[in-house]
């Protein structure tokens, strides 16, 4: 290590302060900072020494990642190779699927990063790390045939009118990775719905389809699939959103690590499951059912990208709101909404997206309405308390 660090001073001399490649010096820090922990600390002001900074959050989030990720190679390559009625191994159906979602990530991050770069040159500052996770988001969240020049103009509008626009990392008001995947699905509809858009060459081979579970229900189809093959994920969707037991271990490092919140996960769940459980009450109330509203609301919970979403994009620390309380009424809201909105609208079978964007609008005003609550609560508690002394809060 010290051999790179040795190394890396030697090639950052020409970007050091009065120098002529002081301009770009926010391209080879960025470098730095992600190979070594920063070596600046606060110099004024009261300040806090913790070992978690950004760089650390992110990668923790990246780490959640894998497995989902590693499940959706595999998933990938699995819905191509077992409808073409040939012999395959493991390594057959991971290779092909990491065939194409390998360049999707590379082509994600270079335009996303180079983007940033830009960015952080243009404006004289540091380059964040939070394009880490945004970076893998995007391309999990897509078809796996998607073209991949609709993932890089997906990646410019997410990081440019979603992000920069705002101010950059931690000003966004809107989940970066959903705004490109938005993007996507009103741009380029028939690339990210409909049934060749979810198993690789589809288009090439007339004998390989694949609805997702959503998309037969909602037209009126039989869903060939059992609950265990939802919850383990051996079924047509977005890359890495199908495995419900990946996503679970990613929560599970999410939550233990104290990056995700616990409370944004639990409520949201409660939300769809008792959005679902409203739907499945229909015909008890007299009122004609169809195949969504009839889906059991437990199964709700573990097709599509509900479970993907929820953790780790509603759980975004920037997009989310940030009370305690407000937590609990964001998540709740975000599960409620996605599953009224993949029921009410068929045209919008994965009403995760749309949930989730909908209520980064509205968690500032959650948070606002959560403190104005808490102050009003202390001001009567202090003027029942000493109801002659006038106190301002």
């Not at 390559?77 to 040939?86: A, K, N, T, V, W």
């Not at 309380?325 to 029921?343: A, D, E, Q, T």
């Amino acid at each position: 290590m010290d051999w790179i660090r040795q190394r890396l001073d030697k090639i950052r001399e020409p970007f050091n302060k009065g120098n002529k490649l002081e301009k770009y010096a926010p391209a080879i820090n960025a470098l730095d900072t992600f190979l070594f922990t920063p070596n600046h600390t606060t110099k004024t002001g009261s300040h806090i020494r913790d070992a978690v900074d950004l760089k650390r959050t992110m990668i923790t989030v990246v780490i959640a990642l894998i497995p989902a990720l590693i499940f959706g190679m595999w998933n990938g390559g699995y819905q191509y190779l077992s409808q073409l009625g040939e012999a395959f191994t493991f390594w057959d159906a991971f290779l092909h699927g990491a065939g194409k979602i390998l360049p999707m990530i590379a082509v994600s991050y270079g335009v996303g990063l180079g983007i940033e770069f830009a960015f952080a040159i243009f404006r004289g500052h540091e380059v964040n790390e939070g394009y880490l996770v945004t970076g893998l988001l995007i391309p999990m969240i897509m078809p796996i045939d998607i073209p991949l020049w609709m993932v890089a103009l997906s990646v410019v509008f997410a990081v440019l009118v979603g992000k920069e626009a705002f101010g950059g990392t931690g000003m966004n008001i809107l989940n970066p990775a959903l705004t490109a995947r938005a993007f996507a699905f009103f741009a380029y509809p028939t690339y990210m719905s409909g049934n060749t858009v979810w198993v690789s060459n589809a288009y090439e081979v007339d004998a390989v389809t694949g609805e997702t579970i959503l998309g037969k229900l909602a037209s009126e189809s039989e869903v060939p699939y059992s609950a265990m093959d939802m919850f383990t994920g051996i079924i047509p969707g977005s890359i890495a959103e199908t495995s419900t037991i990946c996503i679970l271990v990613g929560a599970l490092i999410l939550i233990l690590t104290k990056v995700g919140s616990w409370r944004i996960i639990l409520s949201a769940f409660i939300g769809a499951a008792l959005m679902g459980f409203i739907f499945n009450s229909l015909p008890a109330m007299g009122l004609e059912g169809n195949d969504l509203t009839n889906f059991p609301w437990y199964l709700h919970l573990i097709v599509g990208g509900l479970a993907f979403g929820i953790v780790f994009m509603a759980t975004d620390p920037v997009s989310a709101a940030q009370t305690l309380k407000g937590k609990w009424i964001y998540g709740f809201l975000v599960g409620f909404l996605s599953v009224m909105i993949r029921v009410f609208n068929p045209a919008y079978p994965e009403g995760v997206m749309l949930g989730i964007l909908l209520m980064n609008v509205f968690a500032p005003t959650i948070d606002h309405y959560v403190i104005q609550a808490n102050i009003n609560r202390r001001k009567k508690r202090l003027n029942s308390a000493n109801p002659q002394v006038e106190t301002a809060i």
